[in-house]
Every structure is written in C-alpha cells, then in structure tokens.
T-cell receptor
Framework: DAKTTQPNSMESNEEEPVHLPCNHSTISGTDYIHWYRQLPSQGPEYVIHGLTSNVNNRMASLAIAEDRKSSTLILHRATLRDAAVYYCILRKGGSEKLVFGKGTKLTVNP | DTAVSQTPKYLVTQMGNDKSIKCEQNLGHDTMYWYKQDSKKFLKIMFSYNNKELIINETVPNRFSPKSPDKAHLNLHINSLELGDSAVYFC???????????FGQGTRLTVV
C-alpha cells in the first residue's frame, strides 16, 4: 500500500481556513486520495476523495497537486466541531481496503 | 435512525471468555467491515464482507470469526479472549467495496 505523510498536529483558530497537507510521493496512477476524520470518541467519518482534479463538497475542498505527489484538505471556516484527527489515505482503484496512517490531530482554538 | 449501529458500546470481560459484538446497518449497503483501533490509535481493517461473502481477511487470529447472517448484519465473535484483544472495534458499511465507508460508533473492548 502506498504511504502518506502528514504532520502529527496542527492548530487553527475558529472561523479561519485550515489547510491540512498530505504527501504521497509514491502514489500510483490508480490510487484515489481519500480523507477521513475521527472526532473524539467517535468512528471515522468520510470527508472527501479525488483522483486527479480538485474536488469540493459541503464539508471541505481537496486540492491535488498536478503531479499528484501531494494534496491538501481545505476546511474553509474551521469550527470547534472540526477538531479531530484527519487521515489522508490512498486507496487503490478496485481495492476494498482503507489503510489508515497516524493522521493529523487538528486543534481549533476559540 | 442510526445508520451503522454496534452493540454493546462497552464490553469488559475476563481473559479466556468468548464474546460477540453485533453490527447492523440500515443503509442498504452491500459491503460491511470490521476495523480494530489499538491503544496507539492505529486503525486496521480486519474483515470485509460483500453480499454476505468474505472478501478480506487480514491476518487476523482465527479466534476472531465474523458472521454475516444477512447483508444488513455483520457480527464479530471472539473466542478465548486475550489481554491484547483490548481495543476499540469499529463496524463500517459502504454501498460497494470501492466507495466511501460509513462507520459505527465503536465498541470498546477491555479484557482483564
């Protein structure tokens, strides 16, 4: 499984944008980039995913570098409820597995 | 109207016992999973079922046996519990094996 690298932790202030980076230099052409988050004492929650183009949904935006070796999850206005561990995952096309790494623990300050 | 529900939420048991964790999803999904989150917070897939058939079994000891009586349920039975089995177990489901997964709230298993 291709590996991702994320910072262990990040801090943000409420109502400010947050950019969560992820490096995946060994990504292959069939790997999808998935983001999940896990709020304290809860199960993981799907955030967004993409292959090559940038993606937007009601929760976040995903910006994918042209060479696909990195991506950034963008929370446009952080709220206290966005405090969670954010996981960047490469999922091979046709694979059933989500392989979770350590993720980035996001702290949102009031 | 919880989408993926697990019972019990907490389970404390002695070493050597046999226990089951139940999982039900009301989303009409074809694929269900069990994940384990250990004390270091790493999440690892254990099993995946698609249309009641096992499609992933990730080097899990055979003391762990999943059972899928129908597409909406995937139960996890654990025999001869060991201290190292203490973890949070998450059930999840997805419309197909390749789409976004919806997770339950987890079952915290403590073996004493």
């Amino acid at each position: 499984d291709a590996k991702t690298t994320q910072p262990n932790s990040m801090e943000s202030n409420e109502e400010e944008p947050v950019h969560l980076p992820c490096n995946h230099s060994t990504i292959s052409g069939t790997d999808y980039i998935h983001w999940y988050r896990q709020l304290p004492s809860q199960g993981p929650e799907y955030v967004i995913h993409g292959l090559t183009s940038n993606v937007n949904n009601r929760m976040a935006s995903l910006a994918i570098a042209e060479d696909r070796k990195s991506s950034t999850l963008i929370l446009h206005r952080a709220t206290l409820r966005d405090a969670a561990v954010y996981y960047c995952i490469l999922r091979k096309g046709g694979s059933e597995k989500l392989v979770f790494g350590k993720g980035t623990k996001l702290t949102v300050n009031p | 109207d919880t989408a993926v529900s697990q019972t019990p939420k907490y389970l404390v048991t002695q070493m050597g016992n046999d226990k089951s964790i139940k999982c039900e999803q009301n989303l009409g999904h074809d694929t269900m999973y069990w994940y384990k989150q250990d004390s270091k917070k790493f999440l690892k897939i254990m099993f995946s079922y698609n249309n009641k058939e096992l499609i992933i079994n990730e080097t899990v000891p055979n003391r762990f046996s999943p059972k899928s009586p129908d597409k909406a349920h995937l139960n996890l039975h654990i025999n001869s519990l060991e201290l190292g089995d203490s973890a949070v177990y998450f059930c999840a489901s997805s419309p197909s094996p390749y789409t976004e997964a919806f997770f339950g709230q987890g079952t915290r298993l403590t073996v004493v």
